[in-house]
């Protein structure tokens, strides 16, 4: 997974991104086939950004069966973030 700001303005309030596991996932987890006690793999991913900023982020999951469009969301995710 990467997460990008979607204004080229906030690149300057985000200072670190940190991601949980760093290295990625094992293929283990992919196909999803629905059996019995699988567990979905979570991300997460920390950001020491500026205080006041509104930071519009866009995190895309980079597998290479899913093809990415702003329009469509495919294996992505959009948020939100403000620090006070």
Known sequence: ???FVQNPGDEDNILETTYYP???FSY???PYYNT????APLVFVQFEVRKGALIQVWCKLW??????HKNDKAGSTHF?????
């Open 36 to 39: 019995k006690g699988y567990l």
């Open 22 to 24: 760093n290295l990625g």
């Open 80 to 84: 939100e973030l403000l620090v006070d």
């Open 28 to 30: 283990a987890y992919f």
């Open 1 to 3: 997974m990467l997460c």
């Open 63 to 68: 597998v290479s069966n899913i093809k990415h």
